[in-house]
């Protein structure tokens, strides 16, 4: 088991990410079996893989959830890029069009989106 884990790890450390993978998850269930030992927990093999399978069903609905904020985040960024054409069509006054541009750039800005982005332009 040794010669199978160093082989796994020398080819992690050469830039295979799955061998690299591999050989993570298999150190720390090795690690968890002998924590699992030290302190008596004598839980199965299925009752382990139950728990295991709830906490993938939390980190999906997480991943869900995110993908949610995103496209909220995409369309308070589109949003913000029609008031941004509104405004430069209706405002008549150059200093008054430039200071709401650089308010909305601002409120870009301050929610992570770059309104220099290539993908942001019209």
């Given at each position: ?10 080819r992690?450390?050469?830039g ?34 139950q ?37 430069s ?6 200093d ?7 308010r ?9 989106i ?6 942001n332009?019209?």
């Amino acid at each position: 088991l040794t010669v199978v884990g160093l082989y796994w790890n020398a080819r992690g450390s050469k830039g295979n990410k799955t061998a690299f993978a591999l050989s993570n998850a298999l150190i720390i269930d090795a690690l968890e079996e002998r924590i699992r030992k030290a302190f008596g927990d004598t839980s199965t093999i299925e009752e382990r893989n139950q728990r295991l399978a709830d906490q993938i069903s939390l980190l999906k609905e997480e991943v869900k959830e995110h993908k949610n904020n995103s496209e909220c985040w995409k369309y308070m960024h589109n949003q913000a890029q029609k008031d941004l054409q509104y405004l430069s069509e209706d405002m008549t006054e150059p200093d008054q069009l430039q200071a709401e541009i650089e308010r909305l750039m601002r409120i870009l800005r301050k929610f992570d989106i770059d309104p220099e982005a290539p993908e942001n332009y019209m």
